[in-house]
């Protein structure tokens, strides 16, 4: 099955750092997710993004998908930035069968 | 809207027992998946959904049932309980193409 690796896998950040997290994927895919489970355990769903840009606030990501990778930025981190954050994508074979990466581990520092 | 909602929140259970995990979601989602989600590790696709009596295995499949009688619902069984499957259990729904969205998960352990 497809493999789905996330880098780094821990981070500590002080507060107002900006950061960049990865996500590369070893075959093509028809979606991709970024999500933030946070302390609680809760998972949210923060973009859906097959390919392109998108922003939210001062979250972007970008996936580029004919070289098989995604990026999540965080700018001017904040303390409940602090979390998990994993990608999780849907390879071609079929968009339900969800593959999620380990995660980057975040820790926002006051 | 409650989206997507899952009972209970905390189990305890014996090895052998059965029981069955409930997820139930408001949004007229075809899709639905159940994961697993053990320590330091990321989540893992038990069985899916793609539609009211659809159901199909994922990675992990083994020691578990689901059936899909309505859109809304989509339970999950576990035959004999075993220590192995100690973890902390979500349900998903999704419209695709789009974001899945999860529940608040399910504590399970097994004694």
């Known amino acids: 099955g497809i493999q789905v690796e996330q880098s780094p896998p821990d981070l500590i950040l002080q507060e107002g750092a900006n950061s960049t997290l990865r996500c590369n994927f070893s075959?093509?895919?028809?979606?991709l997710q970024w999500f933030h489970q946070n302390p609680w355990g809760q998972l949210i769903n923060l973009f859906y993004i097959p390919s392109g840009t998108k922003q939210n606030g001062r979250l972007s990501a970008t996936t580029v998908a004919t070289e098989r990778y995604s990026l999540l930025y965080i700018s001017s981190s904040q303390t409940t930035d602090s979390g998990v954050y994993f990608c999780a994508v849907g390879d071609s074979g079929g968009y339900q069968k969800v593959t999620f990466g380990t995660g980057t581990k975040l820790q926002v520092i006051p | 809207n409650a989206g997507v909602t899952q009972t209970p929140k905390f189990q305890v259970l014996k090895t052998g027992q059965s029981m069955t995990l409930q997820c139930a979601q408001d949004?007229?989602?075809?899709?639905m998946s159940w994961y697993r989600q053990d320590p330091g590790m990321g989540l893992r696709l038990i069985h899916y959904?793609?539609?009211?009596?659809?159901?199909d295995q994922g990675e992990v499949p083994n020691g578990y049932n689901v059936s899909r009688s309505t859109t809304e619902d989509f339970p999950l069984r576990l035959l004999s309980a075993a220590p192995s499957q100690t973890s902390v259990y979500f349900c998903a729904s999704s419209d695709p193409p789009g974001p899945q969205h999860f529940g608040d998960g399910t504590r399970l352990s097994i004694l």
């Open positions: 959904s793609v539609g009211a009596g659809i159901t």
């Open positions: 075959d093509s895919v028809n979606n």
């Open positions: 949004m007229n989602h075809e899709y």
